[in-house]
């Protein structure tokens, strides 16, 4: 009896050694050291570092210093956040990984997204009509898309972060398969130059779980995990042996 508990832990670490972070460069913002309640450069601001931005007319990216007006909590991780405003189209930031799209694996994607409470001190009209935060793969959207949009301006607080957390699994051949990923923040365009809106988003990751993922276990990972594995066998045989 009291070798089952240990079976079991040892299965769940073997089972967690498949697990793989893929790496996402700057991903809560913090490369620029600015100063509390500074962006990243004049209007139309910008750059954000290792980001790419959709370069749409009407619309402003950039990296800043959130302060205690913006977020009285503060920010999901370090002091940056990149902020999107859109004055009627929609405005996005994007990066192609390193890691490309594998079969039979599972992904998770998560992020924070955040409406600043200071927002109608500088622009009364100042809105939200929804954001993306999705992964791609040769141009398909891997994350799901449900109605309404990836993140529903009705699920974010003015004034803090919502984190938002997407899964996707991908089957023996799924569309995009050896593709590099690509991350896609978007802030939703109203289509209107006199509705403006704004999202934030801080604190992205995305994780690669199950098969020969993207995500791959460096080699002496993998030793250790196929330890683990067949102690775990070795366990659960002398248990249902007895």
Partial sequence: ??????????????????AGSIAI??????????????????????????????QTANVVYYAYNASVAQYPSGVPDGVNVAG????GPSANISQFLTATLQANDT?????????????????????????????????????PTPAGGDINCNTLSTGSFTEFTFVFSTGADPAGLGDPLEIVLTANGSGSTSEAAEIDFDKLS?????????????????????AALAICVLL???RTAV
């Fill in 1 to 18: 009896m009291k070798r089952l508990p240990f079976a079991f832990f040892v299965c769940g670490l073997a089972t967690h050694l498949c």
């Fill in 25 to 54: 460069l700057n991903p809560s913002f913090e490369d620029q050291t600015l100063s509390p309640g500074a962006n990243s450069g004049s209007y139309p601001f910008g750059p954000i570092t290792d980001w790419t931005e959709s």
């Fill in 84 to 87: 999107l405003t859109e004055n």
């Fill in 107 to 143: 992904y998770t994607f998560t992020g924070y997204a955040g409406l600043r409470a200071d927002i109608h001190a500088w622009s009364p009209s100042l809105g939200c009509y929804g954001a993306g935060a999705v992964v791609e793969a040769g141009g398909n959207v891997l994350t």
């Fill in 206 to 226: 995305l994780t690669d779980t199950l098969g020969s993922g993207s995500g791959v276990p460096e080699p002496a990972t993998f030793g250790t995990m196929a």
């Fill in 236 to 238: 659960l045989r002398r």
